[in-house]
Structure formats: C-alpha cells, structure tokens
C-alpha cells in the first residue's frame, strides 16, 4: 500500500501563495488518482481538487477555481498543490488521498472514494 505525507503548510498573509506537497512511498503514485481535501475550523472536511493518473484531467472545487492548481510529478512521486491570492476562509488542515485506478482519466471529488490518507496539516491566513 502507499503511504502519503503532506508538507509545506504554514502562515501567510491574505494574498500570499503557498505550496503544499503530497509525497508517496511504498508505491508508485502514478497508479493512484489523488485528491486534496481540507477541513476549516469547527467545519465538516471538503473537497479542494483531484488530479487523475494522466495528469491532465483535473477537477476543482467552486472556491479553488482560478486560484489553486494542482500537479504530479511521477518521476518524483509527488502531487502538489500550489495555492494563491489566499484569504482568511482558505484556513484549514489539509490532506492528500490516494485512490488504486484503473482508469488513466478518472478524478474523484468525494471523500468516500479514496482508499489512503496523509495526515493534514494546518494552513493559516492571516488578514
């Protein structure tokens, strides 16, 4: 199985970028679809985006659009996910998952449908 570890969380100011990094060990990342997802303070964990094997198909969610972008790197082992313009509402732990795919162009927003998780890590905006 794989095991994920997420790096690169921290404090910003409001506007900032930050880039988290999802590195796999164990296995090949470039088996899995993987996707980003977060959890703000006293709410319920929400889909960020998801990247699938090719890594050309992507999905993101409504907030992430046209701010966050998310990429593999195969040779490496790694998924990132590269945040700008940050605002205060962008505060949350973040966590990658990883899902065994078959399909080479599938992405997957829910929760549910990923088999391996990293641990999250904070993310703080500062206004």
């Known amino acids: 199985q794989v095991q994920l570890v997420v790096s690169g969380g921290g404090l910003v100011q409001a506007g900032g970028s930050l880039r988290l990094s999802c590195a796999a060990s164990?296995?090949?990342?470039?088996?899995?679809?993987v996707g980003w997802f977060r959890e703000p303070p006293g709410k319920e964990r929400e889909f960020v985006g998801a990247?699938?094997?090719?890594?050309?198909?992507?999905s993101y969610a409504d907030f992430a659009k046209g701010r966050f972008t998310i990429s593999r790197d195969n040779a490496k082992n790694t998924v990132d996910l590269q945040m700008t313009t940050l605002k205060p509402e962008d505060r949350a732990l973040y966590s990658c998952?990883?899902?065994?795919?078959?399909?080479?162009?599938?992405?997957?927003?829910?929760?549910?449908?990923?088999?391996?998780w990293g641990l999250g890590i904070p993310v703080t905006v500062s206004s």
């Open positions: 990247i699938a094997r090719s890594g050309v198909d992507t």
């Open positions: 998952a990883a899902k065994l795919s078959l399909n080479n162009g599938s992405v997957y927003m829910t929760s549910t449908s990923y088999d391996y």
């Open positions: 164990g296995r090949a990342i470039d088996s899995y679809a």
